[in-house]
């Protein structure tokens, strides 16, 4: 096998390679970005956010709660 013919096996092997490897990533990208976004959209419920955030129970009173003055 002449050295030429085996650079040109590497690099169609490489781009074999590199062009599954891309489609994994970009796969993998898309669907932790739907993960993300789905659970932004479920820690919007408060039933869900407080099964999955359990330290939103200690985190008092909310600030834009208001009570009416006595006086």
């Known amino acids: 096998m002449s050295n030429r013919s085996r650079e040109e096996d590497y690099e169609e092997i490489f781009i074999s390679f590199s062009d599954r490897a891309q489609r994994l990533m970009s796969r993998l990208l898309i669907t932790l970005a739907m993960l993300l976004?789905?659970?932004q959209l479920l820690?919007?419920?408060p039933t869900v956010r407080n099964l999955l955030s359990p330290t939103d129970r200690y985190e008092?009173?909310?600030t834009d709660y208001r009570t009416e003055a006595t006086d």
């Open 43 to 45: 820690l919007t419920i």
């Open 37 to 39: 976004a789905i659970s």
């Open 60 to 62: 008092g009173y909310r």
